[in-house]
């Protein structure tokens, strides 16, 4: 006679798949980074267009006077340059920033 265990093993559960999962936060994530692109780009404020049918320099301070500076000492300031025209602005050169002894 043959017996039989009463012992039953229990029904293992199918194992779940994380691809939904792993596919809503590269979801998420994309929609993230497309977000702070745009916010990024829009940051920057436009200027208010000054002259028709050409680009235009302008350039936020004219003279800079920092008074007395001891030699040696490094002076930083910062200079705010936009293009006020309605066209693109290339340079042909290299800009440069033309540094005057005062009296």
């Known amino acids: ?8 093993k229990p029904k293992q559960k199918p194992k779940k798949s994380l691809l ?8 998420l994530g994309l929609v993230l980074v497309a977000g702070w692109s745009v916010w990024s780009s829009n940051s920057q ?10 680009p ?9 006077d920092h008074g007395d500076i001891k030699l040696g000492n490094q002076i930083r300031d910062d200079i705010r340059v936009t293009n006020v025209g309605d066209q693109p602005l290339r340079f042909t050169e ?10």
């Open 1 to 8: 006679m043959a017996r039989y265990s009463t012992k039953h």
């Open 56 to 64: 235009r320099l302008k350039v936020e301070k004219d003279t800079i």
């Open 94 to 103: 290299a800009p440069f920033i033309e540094v005057k002894e005062g009296c």
């Open 45 to 54: 404020a436009k200027a208010n267009i000054e002259v028709k049918g050409a």
């Open 20 to 27: 939904p999962l792993w596919l809503a936060l590269v979801g």
